[in-house]
């Protein structure tokens, strides 16, 4: 049995902070992806990943007990765009896919609620299960709600490099509870109700300035005057990691020939943000052979997409 599964991952947040005394975050999904081809024999119960999958090993081994999958062996090879440790939640996309690819050989559901379980009880993650931006304790999974769409914005990544523990940040970031973040996800929310992305992008903005007091970025401030000076309508920012975006619209793009970065910055990248969700590539199991469609992925961009 085999399965190949796709997981976007992120752009840091467009919001974290404490809300009734629980830190929870909106993620930021985007055009960059983890691939994984999961394959499932008879045996012993063997896990074979790549060394650096430790925690998508212990999710496996969470979901194989969780639905008594015994006698067999599971493979996985994979395929990914999202450097570790800098804000991509690699680690979350990477667990995910290959949950969802485990469940796909078994034949069996797997919910959105379910697969963050899992994921939250190895580290903290992301709410990349959803289609839709989800508001989420991303420590404990004890709240969630949805926000809403995806919008169909651009983002200039820049990534400096760097890595951030995303576990060993968690333990040591200590409640707060600012007035701010309940307006700032007031402000998000009702700008992607509205459609009103200027509103929409100064909330993303306003949380990753808020979180300068956290995890300081010694760029971020030359980052968003040049962003707002190239036409951006704001800022992005992981809030346990090194990366950051500029949110455009995607006619302004048009323009990107013109833009100017300052050095210290460097040349960013340009990325869509792009619904969440785990896409289903291939499945080949007791019920037989099927291929999907590539909801949301642009195959020819995507290196490693058949």
Known sequence: MRAIALCPGTCGELFQGWLDGVCQLVSCPIGLWSRVELSVSPGDGCIALPPSMQKTELALKIAMDMWRIGGFDVSLYRN??????????????????????????????????????????????????????????????SIHR??????????????????????????????????????????????????????????????AMANQSVLFKRELDLMLSSSVANGALGIVTAHSGTVSGAIFLRDHLKNRGAFFWPPELGEPFYVPMVSGGVRLLEVENDSGFKRFACSGVDRSAYRGAP
């Open 80 to 141: 990914s765009q999202l450097a570790g440790s800098r804000g991509y939640a690699s680690s979350t996309a990477d667990i995910l896919a290959s949950l969802y690819a485990l469940a796909a050989c078994f034949d069996l559901r797997l919910s959105e609620e379910e697969a963050t379980e899992i994921a939250v009880s190895v580290e903290p993650s992301d709410g990349l299960a959803w289609s839709d931006l989800v508001l989420m304790d991303h420590r404990n999974f």
């Open 146 to 207: 949805r926000v809403g769409p995806v919008p169909e914005l651009i983002l200039a990544v820049f990534d400096p490099g760097g890595e951030v523990d995303t576990v060993e940040f968690n333990k040591k970031v200590r409640p707060c509870t600012p007035s701010c973040h309940d307006r700032i996800l007031s402000d998000l929310e009702k700008g992607l109700a509205q459609g009103d992305w200027r509103r929409f992008a100064k909330a993303s903005t306003d949380s």
